[in-house]
């Protein structure tokens, strides 16, 4: 008895084991070692793997059929698409190219190219792509039996390439910098000369970091430092020897969304609309690029952008995701993202596919609706945008500053000397005004001027007036906002409130926020508001009322006329503000 006990005892113990070994072998199997490396900068997200795919199922299947097509990746950062894209055409070629090591040697000398984003990024991209940061890398390697070369070296044991980049290129440009009257920047130039010029192509200050000769990367992309045929030009003599007759067919990739100027993230500069202008003016087939989707309302300098994509019908696929990180995980993208499908030769309405949660809200359609100016994301906001837009009153931007409504800088408190200003004082002076803004530690706090400041606007002054937060909440549908201020006739603010108003009694100012607090009001705020942002123009859909009343979502409701369909979306996905 003792011994069938051991015996049992034994064989249970070498299941377990068998099991242990099996969860290893699959776990090395399907280890992915890109999914480790995390972006080495604020200007680079690398792609998931996951999201990759995403993008690459957008395409056709027969373009994983066709050995002809050239594909391009304009700024590759780990070489993922070029991998998964690899994978495919391996496949997709069998019946066409049956020898898979001629098959793959034509996939990878004559289908897919990149240009790195970084010189760093285009070694990590080599490394994936060709089992090499030197693409012609020779070894006295085992060749495996799917063909491949084992110890990390070259494919194709470095006969595959005669240089060290092979398809993948390392990026070799500089910025341009020019002044206002497109004059280049002389070589001998102060620190403070140096801000007064900007990249000709890529608009980043001459003064910032991108311009630091002790500095690596200059992050000068080559795809978009390049005017109209330049580019075409210059891509043909980087990859086909100057051939002239060479296109891409396919271009493809995550593009790096903005250059962060002077460090602030606040004041980025969005670039990845110059990486899809760019690839749209070289007429390939298909373009697939993901990109944040804060351009479908505002966005700074997207507005020319913005105007040529929604009028694009050769835009035939839109995924559209308000929560980023279901695409990226370990980024905060606010706005979300979204990723196309751009068909040269068809035209027509989009599919737009929409990614709340688990719910995919699916319509088609084109992407602009007539009169606006803006991408109407959710399908369901469409018809209620056609009824608010008829109403003949007027719309609530009327009453909603611009920016710096007294011409105030946010950082006005910390030195006023540096806008010519006199001091303000913590102290209450009798007959003076009050200011309301933020200190150093982004905390609301008071100032004090007197009433002969000399103040840059003043139109604001009089009267009873909200002062609303021109950044808050990150743009999701449906959020709360930030309580206001009710500023009296002697109180105004700096630049980081807009102001509503002015109003002629206390009464009407806080029956305009608690019109702002109505779900209808955020409902169609959430039309032109998908970011923080919460600026002049993304008040400019909904209607202006009048104020001597209080209003009720039902008395809305019934204003406009909304179907039961239209309210019960709004009651169910708009959240309640106290």
């Known amino acids: 008895m003792l011994a069938e006990n051991e015996k049992n005892d034994a064989l249970e113990a070498e299941d377990k084991y068998k099991t242990a070994v099996e969860s290893a072998n699959d776990y090395i199997e399907n280890f992915d070692i890109l999914e480790t490396i995390t972006n080495v900068?604020?200007?680079?997200?690398?792609?998931?793997?996951?999201?990759?795919?995403?993008?690459?199922?957008?395409?056709?299947?027969?373009?994983?059929?066709?050995?002809?097509?050239?594909?391009?990746?304009?700024?590759?950062?780990?070489?993922?698409?070029?991998?998964?894209?690899a994978i495919r055409l391996d496949n997709g070629l069998k019946a066409i190219i049956p020898d898979i090591e001629q098959r793959r040697k034509h996939i990878l000398q004559n289908m897919i190219y990149s240009i790195g984003?970084?010189?760093?990024?285009?070694?990590?991209?080599?490394?994936?792509?060709?089992y090499c940061s030197q693409a012609n890398r020779k070894c006295d390697g085992i060749k495996a039996k799917d063909g491949h070369y084992v110890n990390g070296y070259a494919i194709g044991n470095g006969s595959w390439f005669d240089n060290e980049e092979g398809?993948?290129?390392?990026?070799?440009?500089?910025?341009?910098?020019?002044?206002?009257?497109g004059r280049l920047m002389p070589n001998s130039c102060s620190d403070e000369e140096k801000k007064k010029y900007r990249c000709k192509y890529c608009g980043i200050n001459g003064g910032s970091a991108y311009n630091d000769a002790n500095q690596r990367e200059t992050y000068a992309y080559e795809f978009i430092h390049f005017s109209g045929d330049e580019l075409l030009r210059h891509l043909q003599d980087r990859f086909f020897g100057g051939n002239r007759k060479m296109k891409f067919d396919i271009i493809i990739g995550n593009p790096p969304y903005q250059l962060s100027d002077g460090g602030a993230q606040a004041s980025a500069?969005?670039?990845?609309?110059?990486?899809?202008?760019?690839?749209?003016?070289?007429?390939?087939?298909?373009?697939?690029?993901?990109?944040?989707?804060?351009?479908?309302?505002?966005?700074?300098?997207?507005?020319?952008?913005?105007?040529?994509?929604?009028?694009?019908?050769?835009?035939?696929?839109?995924?559209?995701?308000?929560?980023?990180?279901m695409c990226f995980p370990n980024n905060e993208i606010k706005g979300g993202v979204c990723f196309f499908l751009w068909n040269r030769d068809e035209e027509g309405k989009c599919k737009i596919i929409q990614h709340i949660g688990d719910e995919e809200i699916q319509s088609e359609r084109y992407l602009k609706e007539d009169n606006t100016d803006v991408f109407i994301r959710d399908s369901r906001l469409v018809n209620v945008y056609k009824k608010v837009t008829a109403y003949k009153g007027g719309f609530f931007s009327k009453i909603v500053s611009p920016r710096k409504p007294y011409g105030l800088s946010?950082?006005?408190?910390?030195?006023?000397?540096?806008?010519?200003?006199?001091?303000?004082?913590?102290?209450?002076?009798n007959g003076g005004l009050i200011v309301h803004g933020l200190d150093e530690h982004l905390k609301r706090v008071i100032r004090y001027i007197p009433s002969d400041y000399?103040?840059?606007k003043k139109d604001l002054l009089p009267g009873y007036k909200l002062f609303v937060a021109r950044n808050q909440g990150s743009g999701v549908f449906g959020e709360t906002l930030s309580d206001p201020i009710l500023g009296g006739p002697d109180e105004l603010c700096t630049e980081t409130y807009v102001v509503f108003g002015p109003f002629k009694t206390e009464m009407e100012a806080k029956n305009c926020w608690g019109y702002v607090k109505t779900k209808f009001f955020r409902a169609v705020l959430g039309i032109r508001k998908l970011d923080q942002n919460a600026s002049q123009s993304v008040y400019g859909y909904i209607p202006l009322l009048n104020f001597d009343k209080k209003w009720t979502d039902k008395e809305l409701f019934d204003l406009f006329n909304l179907s039961k369909e239209e309210r019960d979306f709004i009651e169910n996905n708009v959240k309640e503000m106290k």
Not at 43 to 58: A, N, Q
Not at 117 to 125: E, K, L, S
Not at 172 to 180: K, S
């Open 41 to 85: 900068g604020n200007d680079e997200v690398f792609t998931p793997r996951k999201t990759c795919d995403m993008i690459l199922d957008s395409l056709p299947e027969e373009v994983w059929h066709n050995p002809d097509y050239k594909w391009l990746n304009p700024a590759t950062k780990n070489g993922i698409f070029e991998r998964e894209i």
């Open 117 to 130: 984003q970084t010189r760093f990024t285009a070694n990590v991209a080599r490394r994936t792509v060709y």
């Open 410 to 429: 946010g950082d006005i408190f910390k030195d006023p000397s540096k806008y010519a200003l006199p001091p303000m004082s913590k102290e209450k002076l």
């Open 269 to 325: 500069k969005p670039i990845y609309q110059l990486f899809v202008q760019q690839a749209i003016s070289l007429k390939p087939k298909y373009i697939s690029m993901i990109m944040p989707s804060r351009w479908m309302t505002g966005g700074k300098g997207l507005d020319e952008f913005r105007s040529s994509m929604i009028s694009d019908k050769h835009i035939r696929f839109l995924n559209d995701f308000p929560d980023g990180k």
């Open 454 to 456: 000399p103040l840059p």
């Open 167 to 181: 398809n993948i290129k390392t990026p070799n440009i500089n910025h341009t910098f020019v002044d206002e009257k």
